[in-house]
T-cell receptor, first 113, second 111 residues
Framework: KAGVTQTPRYLIKTRGQQVTLSCSPI?????VSWYQQTPGQGLQFLFE???????NKGNFPGRFSGRQFSNSRSEMNVSTLELGDSALYLC????????????FGNGTRLTVT | TQLLEQSPQFLSIQEGENLTVYCNSS?????LQWYRQEPGEGPVLLVT?????EVKKLKRLTFQFGDARKDSSLHITAAQPGDTGLYLC???????????FGAGTTVTVRA
């Protein structure tokens, strides 16, 4: 069974640009969550999608948005990039969310210059 | 401030030694999970504990959930270089759906 796939693995952008990250969950998993990981803050929850609906949202500005498609694949978009957005962005899928175990992808490393 | 406080932040030990990592909070959790993350990869789930006082063993790893469901510990016996990684605890409180993570403990086991 294929794991969670995130693309691209690495991205370099400049301030003010926007970026779209992609996540393909494990087949059959309907919940996709996104996390931002930085050395100083650890893993911070961005949002969770279930059956194409945002079910939960963390404390990030509106520049961070996402969506989920009917095949459960998810995208995350960050507009007007800032230097502080440099981080590892992790996507995790699970069967139902709730107490189901999270299966993480290997992340997208975003560097903003 | 983090909802879950992990200690220590860094731990470096010799192969064969034992180690314990702690995860504490003032909040009560419905469940608590431990993950290990290696460089360049995403976190991988090690265990989920749901009952206060629960102890789970996974080979050389022993996980304990506090009686009040506010804290947890991970103990590794006879550590090996393959145990090297970032250990993360994560939990859901009774009032919050999302999974909150601790900042992690970086464990280095020297051969």
């Amino acid at each position: 069974k294929a794991g969670v796939t995130q693309t691209p693995r690495y991205l370099i952008k400049t301030r003010g640009q926007q970026v779209t990250l992609s996540c393909s969950p494990i087949s059959g998993h309907r919940s996709v969550s996104w996390y931002q990981q930085t050395p100083g803050q650890g893993l911070q929850f961005l949002f969770e999608y279930f059956s194409e609906t945002q079910r939960n949202k963390g404390n990030f500005p509106g520049r961070f948005s996402g969506r989920q498609f009917s095949n459960s694949r998810s995208e995350m978009n960050v507009s007007t990039l800032e230097l502080g957005d440099s981080a590892l962005y992790l996507c995790a899928s699970s069967l139902e969310g709730s107490n189901s175990p999270l299966h993480f992808g290997n992340g997208t490393r975003l560097t903003v210059t | 401030t983090q909802l879950l406080e992990q200690s220590p932040q860094f731990l470096s030990i010799q192969e064969g030694e034992n180690l314990t990592v702690y995860c504490n909070s003032s909040s009560v959790f419905s469940s608590l999970q431990w993950y290990r993350q290696e460089p360049g990869e995403g976190p991988v789930l090690l265990v989920t504990v749901v009952t206060g006082g629960e102890v789970k063993k996974l080979k050389r790893l022993t996980f304990q959930f506090g009686d009040a469901r506010k804290d947890s510990s991970l103990h590794i016996t006879a550590a090996q270089p393959g145990d090297t990684g970032l250990y993360l605890c994560a939990g859901r409180t009774l009032n919050d759906y999302k999974l909150s993570f601790g900042a992690g403990t970086t464990v280095t086991v020297r051969a």
